[in-house]
C-alpha cells in the first residue's frame, strides 16, 4: 500500500486544471458528459468541447469580475453547465462554492456572507428568486448571473452570454492556481449547529483522487466508464466522484437533475460506477422485495438461492471459494439473481459504493449475494470524502480499511482519528472550532467512536454526540438499532428513542412500495399511507417481526415499542438532511407527542 509520501510525490505540484487538461490530452474523444434534454433527446459533450467550452465561460466569468481568490457561489441541480462553471472557476483561481437547493434565503444570507461571496451563478427563476430576497443582505456579493434564463430579467449575466465569450487559452491560466489554494468550500450539514465551511485544497482533491485510484480495479482503465451523477454538488462525495474523479481519469458522467428518477436513469445507463447513500440501496431492495411478494412462488424460489448463495459469496469475497462452489454460485447468479440486476439497471456495475450513513449488515449482504458488488466508504467532508474504504474484501458491518496514506488510530474513548493528505485545511474564520478538531501534528478528530480488528477493518459504534444514555445509564448506539429496524420489511426509515428514558422505542416509517404491496395481499383497503399506518395488522405485523429484528442486542438495548407513522421523511426537510441524514432534533420536535405517547403509563 502507498505511504503518504508516495502518494505525495505523484500529485506534487498538481492542481485540478492540471489533471482535467491531462484528461483532454489522453482521452479528448471521450464522452464527458451526457444530459436529456426537455423531448427526452440525449446530448453529449467529449473532453474535448468540454474543454473548449470552459475556454469561453472562463472568459466571460472574467469579464464580469471573477478574479484570483475570489468566492463563487454555485446553486445548480446536477446538470452539465454546473460542471462547466466551477471548472471555469478553477481555471481563473477562484474557488466554486456550491450550496443545497433547498436552501433558504436566510441559510443563503449565512453562507454567501460567510465565505466573502462576491459573485453567485444559479440555474433558473426559482433560484434566482431565493438569491435576490437574500441580496440585499448579501455584503459583498457584486454579480448575480443565471443559468436558464425563462422569466428573468434582473439577472446581471447570464450562461448564454459566457458562451459568447472569446475563448481563453487554458493552458496560459494554469497559473492562476497552485496547490494551496482553496479548489472548494463544502459546508457542513449543520445537524448539530450553524454550518462550517470546510476548506479543501487542491492538494486536498489531487492527493484523495489518487488515493482512491489506487484501490479501485477497472479490466479497461478507468476512461469511459459510466457513473450517473445525481446527489446535491454540496455534498463531498458526489462532487469527489461525480466531478473531481471524473475529470481527473475521464468517466463518462450522465447528469441527473432529480435524485428520484435514478432509478430510470440506471436503467438507461447501466452505470459502471455507483455511489449511494444508504436511503437509494434500501428503496431498491425494498422495490425488488415488493415486487417478489406479489408472486409467493418466484419470492420462495430467490429466498432459498440467496440461502444457499450467500455463503458462498462471502466465500469468494475472501478468496476463500472451492472450485465446485463457484460453480454453484454462478448457477444460482444465471437461473435468479442476474434477472434481478438487470432489471434494476445494475447489470454492469464494476464498483458500487454506500456512504454518509450506515446501512445494514444483512442489506449489504443481501446486494453482494445478488451479485452486486457493494462496499461500504466511511468520511467525512473534513477528509475530503473517504477515510476507510475496501471495494472487493468486504467486511459486512466494516466500512474497510484506512486508504492509501492515511494513517488511522483510536483515541482514549474509542473516537476515530486520522491523519493525511486527505484532510482539512480547518473551518472558514472558525479557527477555534478548528483547533476542536485538528491537532498541531494534523491528526483529525472524527466525533465518531470506533473498533478497529486484527486486519484494520474500521466498525462506526456510532457518532459520540448522539450516543443514547437511558435512565438506567446504559450507553446505546441507536444507528445500530435503526439499522436492525430497517430490516423489517415494511419499515423503510426508523429512529431510535430512549435517551433519559425507562427504555427505548422508535418510531418506524413504513416503505410505501413494500407496504403498498403487502396491504394488497392481505385485502387491506386504505385511502393514505397514514391511514395505512394506524391499521391494527400493520402494527402487528412490525411487533411480530421485532423480537427477530433485535435478537442481536441484550434486553436493556432492544427496542420495545414502535410507534408506526405513513408519510415517508423526505430529504432535505427539518427531519433529513439533504443526503437523508437523521435530524434527530427536528424528528424529536416534530413527533414530540408520538413519542409521549409510547412512554405513558
Request: glycine residues 8%; charged residues 25%.
Amino acid at each position: 500500500m502507498n505511504t503518504k509520501a508516495e502518494i505525495d510525490t505523484r500529485v506534487a505540484g498538481q492542481t485540478v486544471p492540471m489533471r482535467f487538461l491531462s484528461t483532454v490530452a489522453d482521452h479528448g474523444d471521450k464522452v464527458a458528459l451526457r444530459w436529456k434534454n426537455a423531448d427526452d433527446s440525449w446530448s453529449e459533450m467529449t473532453y474535448t468541447e468540454m474543454a473548449a467550452t470552459t475556454a469561453r465561460v472562463a472568459a466571460g466569468l472574467r469579464s464580469v469580475g471573477v478574479d484570483k481568490g475570489d468566492m463563487v457561489m454555485l446553486m445548480f441541480k446536477n446538470n452539465h453547465e454546473f460542471h462547466i462553471v466551477d471548472l471555469a472557476c478553477l481555471f481563473l483561481g477562484a474557488t466554486p462554492v456550491s450550496i443545497y437547493n433547498s436552501s433558504s434565503t436566510e441559510q443563503i444570507v449565512y453562507l454567501c456572507n460567510d465565505a466573502g461571496a462576491s459573485i453567485a451563478v444559479v440555474e433558473d427563476k426559482p433560484f434566482f428568486d431565493v438569491f435576490s430576497k437574500a441580496r440585499p443582505e448579501l455584503a459583498k456579493l457584486e454579480k448575480l448571473g443565471v443559468c436558464h434564463t425563462e422569466g428573468v430579467s434582473e439577472a446581471d449575466f447570464n450562461y448564454g452570454q459566457l458562451l459568447e465569450s472569446e475563448p481563453l487559452d487554458l493552458e496560459a491560466e494554469l497559473g492562476n492556481a497552485s496547490p494551496d489554494d482553496l479548489a472548494t468550500l463544502i459546508y457542513t450539514s449543520g445537524t448539530t449547529g450553524p454550518s462550517k465551511g470546510v476548506m479543501l485544497t487542491h492538494y486536498n482533491v489531487c492527493w484523495t483522487v489518487e488515493s482512491m485510484l489506487d484501490m479501485m480495479v477497472f479490466p479497461d482503465g478507468p476512461a469511459g466508464q459510466r457513473i450517473i451523477s445525481y446527489l446535491p454538488m454540496a455534498h463531498i462525495a458526489e462532487r469527489m466522484m461525480g466531478f473531481y474523479q471524473a475529470i481527473f481519469v475521464g468517466y463518462e458522467v450522465t447528469c441527473c437533475p432529480d435524485p428520484r428518477d435514478i432509478a430510470t436513469y440506471a436503467g438507461a445507463t447501466k452505470p459502471n460506477l455507483m455511489f449511494g447513500v444508504p436511503r437509494v440501496w434500501e428503496k431498491i431492495y425494498a422495490g425488488v422485495n415488493a415486487a417478489l411478494s406479489a408472486d409467493p412462488e418466484k419470492a420462495k424460489a430467490v429466498g432459498e438461492a440467496l440461502e444457499a448463495a450467500g455463503p458462498i459469496a462471502e466465500k469468494m469475497t475472501l478468496g476463500t471459494a472451492s472450485k465446485e462452489e463457484i460453480e454453484t454460485y454462478e448457477f444460482l447468479d444465471a437461473v435468479a439473481f442476474s434477472t434481478i440486476r438487470e432489471l434494476v439497471g445494475l447489470d454492469q456495475l464494476i464498483c458500487a459504493v454506500t456512504g454518509a450513513a450506515p446501512i445494514p449488515a444483512e442489506m449489504m449482504s443481501w446486494y453482494r449475494t445478488i451479485g452486486v458488488p457493494l462496499s461500504e466508504v466511511y468520511g467525512l467532508s473534513e477528509t475530503s470524502g473517504p477515510l476507510t474504504w475496501e471495494p472487493t474484501r468486504v467486511k459486512s458491518g466494516f466500512v474497510g480499511r484506512a486508504i492509501p496514506g492515511l494513517d488511522l488510530r483510536l483515541g482514549e474513548d474509542g473516537e476515530v482519528q486520522c491523519r493525511g493528505g486527505n484532510v482539512f485545511q480547518g473551518y472558514l474564520n472558525q479557527a477555534e472550532k478548528t483547533a476542536e478538531v485538528l491537532d498541531d501534528e494534523g491528526w483529525f478528530s472524527t466525533g465518531d467512536i470506533g473498533v478497529i480488528d486484527d486486519e484494520g477493518y474500521l466498525k462506526i459504534v456510532d457518532r459520540k454526540k448522539e450516543l443514547i444514555i437511558t435512565a438506567g445509564g446504559k450507553n446505546l448506539s441507536p444507528s445500530n438499532l435503526e439499522s436492525s429496524l430497517k430490516m423489517i420489511p415494511l419499515v423503510g426509515q426508523a429512529i431510535a428513542i430512549g435517551d433519559q428514558r425507562p427504555f427505548v422505542s422508535a418510531l418506524c416509517v413504513l416503505d410505501p412500495e413494500y407496504a403498498a404491496t403487502w396491504a394488497a395481499s392481505k385485502g387491506i383497503e386504505y385511502s393514505s399511507m397514514e391511514e395505512l399506518a394506524d391499521h391494527p395488522d400493520v402494527q402487528a405485523e412490525i411487533d411480530a417481526c421485532l423480537e427477530d429484528a433485535m435478537a442481536s442486542f441484550n434486553n436493556a438495548e432492544r427496542v420495545k415499542k414502535v410507534k408506526v407513522l405513513g408519510d415517508e421523511w423526505m430529504p432535505d426537510t427539518d427531519l433529513l438532511t439533504p443526503t437523508s441524514k437523521l435530524k434527530r432534533r427536528g424528528i424529536h420536535t416534530r413527533f414530540q407527542a408520538e413519542i409521549e405517547a409510547l412512554y405513558a403509563r
